[in-house]
C-alpha cells in the first residue's frame, strides 16, 4: 500500500476575499476567491475560514486528519485586532475570562481566552479598504489567543466587551504565522508546524 502523499499550503488572506475556492452562485457576482490567488491542486480544503472582512492566516491540505486536528481544541489561533475605543483592563480580563455571544441564535459562554493590550501597532501589511482615522477617537489593537472558532467569534466577543472589531487579521495558528508574508502570498509547505 504507497503511502498518500498531501498537499499544504498558507496564504496571507487579503481583505476582501471569500475562504472558497470558487463561486458557485450566479448572483453572487463577481466575488473574490483564492482561486483568484493562486493554481490550487485539486481535493484542497480550508481549515477553517476567515470571514470576506478578516485578513491573515489561512492554512489548506489535502489531509482531512490534519484539518480536523488543527480545528480541535488544541490548537490555538492567534488574531491580532484593532478595536473601537482605548480598551480597558476589565474588558481585557472580559476577553480571558469568556464572555457571552450568540451563536445559531441562541447564547453561548465563550471559552477562557489570552488577550492583551499590544505597546505598538503590529507591522502588517496595508489595508485594501481605509480604516477609519484617529479624528473619529482612540483606536487600540490587542491579541486575542482562542482555542475555538464560532462563527465571527473573535468580532462577537470584542464587541460584548464593549470595543467593537475595526480591524482582524489572524496572525497564527499553532506555530504557523504570517511573518515575512504579503497580503494575497500563497506559500507551498512541506508539512505544517501545528
Known sequence: MSKVIHSHYKIYKPFGFLSQFVNNEQRQGKRKMLG?????????????????QSEGLLLLTTDGKLSQRIRSKF??????VQVDGAITS???????TGVTITVDGAPYLTRPAKAVKLGNTPVLPARGKKIRDDRHGPTSWISITITEGKFRQVRKMTSAAGFPTLRLVRYRIGEETIDGMVSGEVVQISSMKC
Do not use: Q, S, T, W
Request: zero cysteines.
Open 36 to 52: 483568484d490567488l493562486y493554481d490550487f491542486p485539486e481535493g484542497l480544503m480550508a481549515i477553517g475560514r476567515l470571514d470576506k
Open 90 to 96: 476589565e474588558a481585557i480580563r472580559h476577553l480571558e
Open 75 to 80: 490548537i490555538e489561533k492567534e488574531y491580532y
